[in-house]
């Protein structure tokens, strides 16, 4: 606004220098040269500052995200029991981008907004300081009005992101279980408890569209304010001599320019705040220190590792639900080399038992030993990566079954055809495998859904079996086909194993068998020593469970 006025002034200053004629057009002439250039320049500097700015945006914004990614990975199971999925995406998707937003075009369009309000107030200075000083007065109260509007905005952006989190969540549960709300014919219901969900989002939303519209106003008025006193002050410094017309005209236009900077500054500093809001839940996310590392401590030399296992009066409940212990003084010894059934009623802790293994979860006393080694000792990424697991229900990745076996070896693009091949072999996945019409190549859907149960085991067993190191144990929960288990068989062979049993003709292969009874082993030993017990806890399990065949039974009395 204040270009074509700078221009009027040049012209003006020009004319009334009493230069000869030519001498003026010379002059406008290059003065026309010069401002086309200071155009084009302006023009690209703009551009540039857009693409700038926008690049770097991107980059924050990429750079934000893979470190959100990075510190929810690091995070303990426990975590994950209490935060769920859908809110972690959320963060990683609305709140990065919102963050991202407030820094970028918005801190973009900010810079400019604060340059044109300096440059708009120096001039003011520079025309008249004593008419700036009176027109600035209005600054302090509006700055307090501000701290005050923007810590609000925070706490409200940090409601919404927190609001937006819960709906999604919602939202990711029902769409990635679909076939559960199917089965129930839920999905009108369900709509209905989302579309709840996104109302809080939009009252907070209105929340912030009252507060940002008083504000704006506010700043609006204070812009007219800034005029009105320029009107009247000025008037009076006119009256005295102590300004003139052109002074004031020209003030008068810096003013129009600051009050529209201001405008700019006001939309920049929601945006801002919003931001911060929005960013909340992620530095808590970024700052927070996994309660146990993931890949420090010590790792045992190939010749060191034997495989013997040894729970040594283990307690333990999980830690969102500290008033109900799962294990209470358990003890259990694995030797090397021998497979350990684990049964017990359900609920008895036969899975939790694995992950303790598996150090998901650290106990509250006592110590979980392999070789000796306390497991709180060893790197647990390295103790993971020398434990197969099989469970009951395996999940797999939406992307080829092919991609899917490869994913149990270290280095899964060091993988060769064969060794995947050799490996669906041993697992008699091959089979079933090649009559898909896309083979290896065949997309299992998103945990795996477009197979059936024991093929995805199968499939999970060739996985394993990737990441087959000599003397490693296994944690087995998967044997409800033949062909399952007979792929398990081969798997484990030599190996210390402990699986968690739910047939007799598994627990009968086993060397020993642990009952888990009221949060600890209640009875261990070999299968026929403890069937032999007519009063034992083991025999009267075997009975008591509905899977035994009647031929088994008959077998057992
Ligand atoms: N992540 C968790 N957070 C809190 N409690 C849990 C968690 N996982 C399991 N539990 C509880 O721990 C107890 C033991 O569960 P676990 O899955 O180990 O039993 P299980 O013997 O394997 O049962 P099943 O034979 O039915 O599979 C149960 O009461 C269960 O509700």
Known sequence: MSAPFFLGRVIDTIYSSGADTEAMTASLTSLCLMLTGVFLCGGAANAARVYLMQASGNQIVRNLRSSVFSAILKQEVGFFDRNRTGELINRLSADTAMVGHSITDNLSDGLRAVAQAVAG???????????????????????VLAIIYGRYLRSIAKRTQDALAQATQLAEERISNIRTVRAFGKELSEV????????????????????????????????????????????LLMAS????????????????????????????????????????????????????PLNEGQVLSPDQLKGQLEFCDVSFAYPTRKEAPIFQNLNLLVPAGTIMAVVGPSGSGKSSLVSLLLRLYDPDAGTISIDGHDIRDLNPYWLRNHIGTVSQEPVLFSCSIRDNIAYGAADPGAVTAEDVHNAARVANAYGFIQSFPKGFDTVVGEKGVLLSGGQKQRIAIARALLKVNKNMLFALDAENEFLVQEALERLVEGRTVVIIAHRLSTIKNADSVAVLDQQRVGECGQPTQLLANRQGLFRKLMEKQAFLQEEQQRALL
């Open 241 to 292: 001599q102590h300004m003139t017309v052109g002074e004031l005209s020209s003030f008068l236009m810096y003013t129009f320019w600051v009050g529209i900077s201001i405008a700019g500054l006001s939309s920049f500093y929601s945006e801002l705040m919003k931001g911060f809001g929005a960013g909340a839940r992620l530095w808590e996310l970024l700052d927070r220190k996994p309660e146990f």
């Open 121 to 143: 107030v120096s001039m003011m200075f520079y025309v008249s300081p004593n008419l700036a000083g009176f027109v600035l007065m209005i600054v302090p109260p509006l700055a």
């Open 192 to 235: 209905d408890v989302y579309t709840q969900k996104t109302d809080d989002v939009l009252a907070l939303a209105k929340k912030e569209a009252f507060i940002r519209a008083g504000f704006f106003g506010v700043t609006g008025l204070s812009g007219n304010l800034m005029i009105l006193s320029v009107l009247y002050k000025g008037g």
